[in-house]
């Protein structure tokens, strides 16, 4: 499974992003995809996830209202709409996949298959 993301940019705060994330082979081993974070000196964090199946959709207390993950199946992306970011939304983030769905989405442990990642920075 190959992830790679796009989009990551510097804005100012409130500005909004839309991060990409192209998958290939669309095989049944991205059937939960999620956008993780990682801000310096932190471990990765969740951000939201999607079930392709179902559309099923979850999120992280901080970001939500803010953030909206959604997929095109049609052609195998993943986005995050990132709206009225903070500062504090500064980080690396990552797309990633694993084959079932799972409770801790949130968990870096739950995905076998990363992207290399695309830098958000927000400055105040």
């Known amino acids: 499974v190959r992830l790679v993301e796009f989009g990551g940019a510097s804005v100012q705060a409130g500005g909004s992003l839309r991060l990409a994330c192209e998958a290939s082979?669309?095989?049944?081993?991205?059937?939960?995809l999620g956008w993780l974070r990682q801000s310096q000196g932190m471990s990765r964090e969740g951000v939201a996830a999607?079930?392709?199946?179902?559309?099923?959709?979850y999120y992280d207390d901080p970001i939500k209202g803010r953030f909206t993950i959604s997929q095109d199946n049609a052609k195998n992306t993943l986005y995050l709409q990132m709206n009225n970011l903070k500062p504090d939304d500064t980080a690396m983030y990552y797309c990633?996949?694993?084959?079932?769905?799972?409770?801790?989405?949130?968990?870096?442990?739950?995905?076998?298959?990363w992207g290399q990642g695309t830098q958000v920075t927000v400055s105040s």
């Open positions: 990633a996949a694993r084959p079932v769905i799972t409770p801790s989405w949130w968990s870096e442990r739950s995905y076998p298959y």
């Open positions: 082979p669309n095989t049944d081993s991205t059937l939960l």
């Open positions: 999607i079930h392709g199946p179902s559309g099923t959709t």
